[in-house]
């Protein structure tokens, strides 16, 4: 066990002994109103759920779901861990997403598309007209493109309804999509592309951002380039053009490469297909996300259980209902938005809103303008939002009159501070919330209470959901008690439907990055001997709560979206002078935390602002705009270890004004008062407590 040094300089505390300073916050119970209307208002669902009722529980959710062909086994666990969900089964995901509304719901709306210019109508998509469109995108997919059954698809798009309906259309044919969120550069949606094997690309021209048009055809080529640098070509680039007939990007179309998706499907209008059955075990999606690792990992979701899951845990967590006005105002480029933007709210014949800008544009009123205008309420965002909506408009939401009925936060860890700020101010304590705690991987809600059965507690996500049965565990594999105050690895015991199938095309890295930390026995093939392994760090309340604290692991999580510090670090590597590059997180006042970057220069290069600018532009040509780090430290020498390695826990120490523990191990200790120096200004100021998930950076690999 680590030895560390805490609150007392010089005192020597065992790790156990730290405890996690957090004031146990009052419960606040949802409002009557909302119990009243739960789609989950019978307490006899835990029963339904327990352990003993595991994995049969799970028919529940698969049940709310259209089945070509009924499954004959719940979960086949016999190869750990690689599970099978409702084997046997066959489904078409966007038959259950589409057509299976239209007798009941064909004149609601399924998406409501927001532009973000306010002088630009708001387009509403009946499921009709849904249907019509996602018919004849998939026409076009196999009879334009030779698309089938199986292959991959690379979707980089932003935030329009062109998006889903390309995604819905692939899952029509059983073609795999891969949506690289907008937001990434060209080159990155290369790379995944290539990962993918994809030979064909969607793109939009551009979009509205911030009151300016963005120019994103100008990635495709960019992808293309580095697509096949990596040995993928890519045969088609289909564009949307987010006004018809009028092209806003600068550049050129490729002659026999670059399609005008309005061109092509003038030959395909009203054109059917019919819905490919695929098996339950069959991939639907992959989505690439940051790790450990090097590169980012495709996480492959299979359709049955996935579908399944996210349509339960929509059903019950979010309390979609048919009539309700939905609006969960992330991209649908992450995780967050196939899941409940897309797949499970259509699932439920919900009325879905997609959001084309930012949320501070014109002004921070505009989230509260568009939930008057379109009557929404259920309303879902990130603590970035919100500690970025209270910064520039504290008083914003009481000027419009809205009413959410629920409302969810998610993707990194909420101050109580802030969760008090959206229940009271954007929800006028009329709300019930969910702060929901998963993953990329996980395909949907691992912990969350239910909103009209449990009282929320403001910074914890609360129980696991129905049929998760989390473990928290200490590096040395104890298990950690409730109420002990302390803080350890939050594991999932067992496998569940929306957990991804493996990583794309490497089996191996999934079983070593999720499963192999806490499995005892590899030979096992008993699924209790697999917890899967989350990589954050969590506490858990004598009540049953989990307060989850964030990454155990290297990877930061910016505004609630994951970066790895190995991708931001090789890219920093290709600056020329750079000799050696480390990235750690450093607390952000809105964006929870962001990348700072320290270089060491090879000998003989002085020219250091230079370095400094290069490297904010190379991250945001190589990664994107999100990769940009707070800032740029030149120093003469990183803290290493004996063996070489770069103790990236005491600069996230130094970054942060944090204890950095006990040095006398490095090769260089020397260094350490230095970058003090360099960075702060001053020698060692030690601030005794900093977030957990600092404190434990980098400590997982
Ligand atoms: C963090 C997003 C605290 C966590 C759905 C996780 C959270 C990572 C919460 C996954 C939450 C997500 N409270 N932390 N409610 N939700 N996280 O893959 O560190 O983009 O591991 O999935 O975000 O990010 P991802």
């Given at each position: 066990m680590a030895v560390r040094q805490d609150v007392v300089p010089g005192a020597e505390t065992t790790e156990a002994q730290i405890a996690v300073h957090w004031k146990e916050e009052e419960y606040v119970y949802p409002p009557a109103k909302f119990i009243g209307q739960a789609n989950l208002s019978d307490p006899a669902i835990a029963e339904r759920f327990q352990e003993k009722n595991f994995p049969e529980c799970f028919r529940e959710y698969a049940d709310m779901l259209t089945w070509d062909k009924y499954w004959h086994t719940t979960l086949d666990a016999s190869n750990p861990p690689f599970w099978k969900w409702f084997v046997g089964g066959k489904l078409n995901a966007c038959y259950n997403c589409v057509d299976r509304h239209l007798p009941k719901y064909k004149n609601k709306a399924a998406l409501i598309f927001v532009p973000e210019p306010e002088d630009e109508p708001v387009a509403f998509i009946t499921y009709q007209e849904l249907y019509t469109r996602v018919n004849e995108v998939a026409a076009v997919l196999r009879d334009f493109c030779g698309l089938k059954t199986g292959d991959r698809v690379t979707i980089h798009m932003p935030m329009i309804p062109e998006l889903p309906i390309t995604m819905l259309a692939c899952a029509r044919l059983g073609i795999i999509h891969s949506v690289v969120f907008g937001g990434f550069s060209g080159e990155a949606a290369g790379l995944r592309a290539a990962d993918s094997g994809s030979r064909v690309m969607i793109y939009a021209d551009g979009y509205y951002r911030n009151g300016k048009i963005a120019d994103h055809k100008a990635s495709a080529d960019i992808a293309v380039e580095h697509a096949e640098k990596e040995g993928q070509k890519i045969d088609k680039v289909l564009v949307w053009r987010r006004h018809r007939g009028q092209y806003l990007s600068a550049k050129p179309m490729v002659e026999g490469r670059d399609y005008f998706m309005d061109d092509i499907l003038k030959d395909f209008r009203l054109r059917k297909v019919d819905p490919v059955s695929m098996d339950a075990e069959a991939p639907l999606f992959l989505m690439y996300t940051s790790g450990t690792t090097g590169k980012p990992k495709g996480c492959q979701h299979r359709t049955g259980g996935y579908l399944a899951y996210v349509t339960g845990t929509a059903k019950y967590y979010q309390d979609i209902h048919p009539e309700d006005v939905y609006w969960c105002m992330a991209d649908i480029g992450w995780i967050t938005g196939h899941s409940y933007i897309v797949y499970g709210p259509l699932a439920l014949a919900g009325s879905s809103v997609i959001f084309e800008g930012v949320p501070t544009y014109p002004d921070a009123g505009r989230p509260w303008r568009i939930a008057e205008q379109l009557a929404v309420n259920i309303f879902h965002t990130s603590p970035t939002a919100i500690r970025m909506l209270r910064k520039t408009g504290p008083d914003e939401p009481k000027k419009y009159n809205y009413h959410f009925k629920h409302m969810t936060t998610v993707g990194e860890p909420i101050e109580p501070e802030s969760w008090r700020w959206y229940h009271e101010v954007v929800g006028k304590r009329e709300a019930a919330i969910v702060d929901t705690w998963w993953q990329t991987e996980n395909g949907g809600f691992l912990c969350s209470t239910k909103p009209a059965l449990d009282p929320m507690k403001p910074g914890s996500a609360g129980p696991p959901v129905l049929g998760i049965f989390p473990i928290i565990y200490?590096?040395?594999?104890?298990?950690?008690?409730?109420?002990?105050?302390?803080?350890?690895?939050?594991?999932?015991?067992?496998?569940?439907?929306?957990?991804?199938?493996?990583?794309?095309?490497?089996?191996?890295?999934?079983?070593?990055?999720?499963?192999?930390?806490?499995?005892?026995?590899?030979?096992?093939?008993?699924?209790?001997?697999?917890?899967?392994?989350?990589?954050?760090?969590?506490?858990?309340?004598?009540?049953?709560?989990?307060?989850?604290?964030?990454?155990?692991?290297?990877?930061i999580n910016v505004a609630g979206h994951r970066l790895g510090t190995k991708e931001i670090e090789s890219a920093c590597l290709t600056v020329p002078g750079v000799a050696e590059a480390a990235v750690v997180p450093v607390v952000d006042e809105i964006k929870g935390r962001m990348p700072v970057v320290y270089i060491a220069l090879r000998p003989g290069v002085s020219d250091g602002k230079r370095v400094e600018q290069e490297i904010v532009t190379t991250l945001e040509t190589m990664i994107g705009k999100i990769a940009r780090p707070k800032a740029v430290?030149?120093?003469?020498?990183?803290?290493?270890?004996?063996?070489?390695?770069?103790?990236?826990?005491?600069?996230?120490?130094?970054?942060?004004?944090?204890?950095?523990?006990?040095v006398t191990t490095l090769a260089n200790p020397?260094?350490?008062?230095?970058?003090?120096?360099?960075?702060?200004?001053?020698?060692?100021?030690?601030?005794?407590?900093?977030?957990?998930?600092?404190?434990?950076?980098?400590?997982?690999?």
């Amino acid at each position: 066990m680590a030895v560390r040094q805490d609150v007392v300089p010089g005192a020597e505390t065992t790790e156990a002994q730290i405890a996690v300073h957090w004031k146990e916050e009052e419960y606040v119970y949802p409002p009557a109103k909302f119990i009243g209307q739960a789609n989950l208002s019978d307490p006899a669902i835990a029963e339904r759920f327990q352990e003993k009722n595991f994995p049969e529980c799970f028919r529940e959710y698969a049940d709310m779901l259209t089945w070509d062909k009924y499954w004959h086994t719940t979960l086949d666990a016999s190869n750990p861990p690689f599970w099978k969900w409702f084997v046997g089964g066959k489904l078409n995901a966007c038959y259950n997403c589409v057509d299976r509304h239209l007798p009941k719901y064909k004149n609601k709306a399924a998406l409501i598309f927001v532009p973000e210019p306010e002088d630009e109508p708001v387009a509403f998509i009946t499921y009709q007209e849904l249907y019509t469109r996602v018919n004849e995108v998939a026409a076009v997919l196999r009879d334009f493109c030779g698309l089938k059954t199986g292959d991959r698809v690379t979707i980089h798009m932003p935030m329009i309804p062109e998006l889903p309906i390309t995604m819905l259309a692939c899952a029509r044919l059983g073609i795999i999509h891969s949506v690289v969120f907008g937001g990434f550069s060209g080159e990155a949606a290369g790379l995944r592309a290539a990962d993918s094997g994809s030979r064909v690309m969607i793109y939009a021209d551009g979009y509205y951002r911030n009151g300016k048009i963005a120019d994103h055809k100008a990635s495709a080529d960019i992808a293309v380039e580095h697509a096949e640098k990596e040995g993928q070509k890519i045969d088609k680039v289909l564009v949307w053009r987010r006004h018809r007939g009028q092209y806003l990007s600068a550049k050129p179309m490729v002659e026999g490469r670059d399609y005008f998706m309005d061109d092509i499907l003038k030959d395909f209008r009203l054109r059917k297909v019919d819905p490919v059955s695929m098996d339950a075990e069959a991939p639907l999606f992959l989505m690439y996300t940051s790790g450990t690792t090097g590169k980012p990992k495709g996480c492959q979701h299979r359709t049955g259980g996935y579908l399944a899951y996210v349509t339960g845990t929509a059903k019950y967590y979010q309390d979609i209902h048919p009539e309700d006005v939905y609006w969960c105002m992330a991209d649908i480029g992450w995780i967050t938005g196939h899941s409940y933007i897309v797949y499970g709210p259509l699932a439920l014949a919900g009325s879905s809103v997609i959001f084309e800008g930012v949320p501070t544009y014109p002004d921070a009123g505009r989230p509260w303008r568009i939930a008057e205008q379109l009557a929404v309420n259920i309303f879902h965002t990130s603590p970035t939002a919100i500690r970025m909506l209270r910064k520039t408009g504290p008083d914003e939401p009481k000027k419009y009159n809205y009413h959410f009925k629920h409302m969810t936060t998610v993707g990194e860890p909420i101050e109580p501070e802030s969760w008090r700020w959206y229940h009271e101010v954007v929800g006028k304590r009329e709300a019930a919330i969910v702060d929901t705690w998963w993953q990329t991987e996980n395909g949907g809600f691992l912990c969350s209470t239910k909103p009209a059965l449990d009282p929320m507690k403001p910074g914890s996500a609360g129980p696991p959901v129905l049929g998760i049965f989390p473990i928290i565990y200490d590096e040395q594999g104890k298990e950690v008690q409730a109420g002990s105050g302390r803080a350890g690895n939050i594991c999932i015991r067992n496998p569940w439907p929306g957990i991804m199938q493996t990583v794309w095309k490497d089996d191996e890295r999934f079983v070593k990055q999720y499963y192999t930390k806490y499995c005892k026995n590899r030979e096992s093939k008993d699924w209790h001997d697999w917890p899967y392994f989350a990589s954050d760090g969590a506490v858990l309340a004598p009540d049953g709560y989990y307060r989850i604290l964030g990454r155990v692991d290297d990877v930061i999580n910016v505004a609630g979206h994951r970066l790895g510090t190995k991708e931001i670090e090789s890219a920093c590597l290709t600056v020329p002078g750079v000799a050696e590059a480390a990235v750690v997180p450093v607390v952000d006042e809105i964006k929870g935390r962001m990348p700072v970057v320290y270089i060491a220069l090879r000998p003989g290069v002085s020219d250091g602002k230079r370095v400094e600018q290069e490297i904010v532009t190379t991250l945001e040509t190589m990664i994107g705009k999100i990769a940009r780090p707070k800032a740029v430290h030149i120093v003469t020498d990183l803290p290493k270890t004996r063996s070489g390695k770069i103790m990236r826990r005491v600069l996230a120490a130094i970054t942060n004004s944090m204890d950095t523990g006990d040095v006398t191990t490095l090769a260089n200790p020397d260094v350490v008062d230095q970058i003090w120096q360099e960075v702060q200004g001053t020698g060692p100021v030690v601030k005794k407590e900093g977030p957990e998930d600092l404190k434990r950076f980098g400590e997982v690999e």
